[in-house]
């Protein structure tokens, strides 16, 4: 059993910062990539921000220089650093983790829950 458990969203003015954190737990054998979508109303999935395990990192271009994906020494907790906060950024997020379990030999995608972000005066 694996678990995706997102926290950190919430209500920001624009201009305003918050960190998401994405932590997996369970029966892990290994953690191929995690990557941060989300979703505003009426409109796709996308992605925002995703890191392999080789530690290698990519954006979206409308968050470029403004948010930041990093992780723990342990590789199992995921930040989403997200600065200088736009409306456009407000949307549900999303973890996502391409990951091995213990006892398998093939790897799954896992999904958190999600988490509001709103961003707002």
């Known amino acids: 059993q694996v678990q995706l458990v997102e926290s950190g969203g919430g209500l920001v003015q624009p201009g305003g910062s918050l960190r998401l954190s994405c932590a997996a737990s369970?029966?892990?054998?290994?953690?191929?990539?995690v990557g941060w979508y989300r979703q505003a109303p009426g409109k796709q999935r996308e992605l925002v921000a995703a890191?392999?395990?080789?530690?290698?990192?990519n954006y979206a271009d409308s968050v470029k220089g403004r948010f930041t994906i990093s992780r723990d020494n342990t590789k199992t907790t995921v930040y989403l650093q997200m600065n200088s906060l736009k409306p456009e950024d407000t949307a549900v997020y999303y973890c996502?983790?391409?990951?091995?379990?213990?006892?398998?030999?093939?790897?799954?995608?896992?999904w958190g829950q999600g988490t509001q972000v709103t961003v707002s005066s």
């Open positions: 996502n983790a391409d990951l091995t379990q213990k006892g398998l030999p093939w790897a799954f995608d896992y």
């Open positions: 369970g029966s892990i054998f290994s953690i191929n990539a």
């Open positions: 890191i392999t395990s080789g530690g290698t990192t």
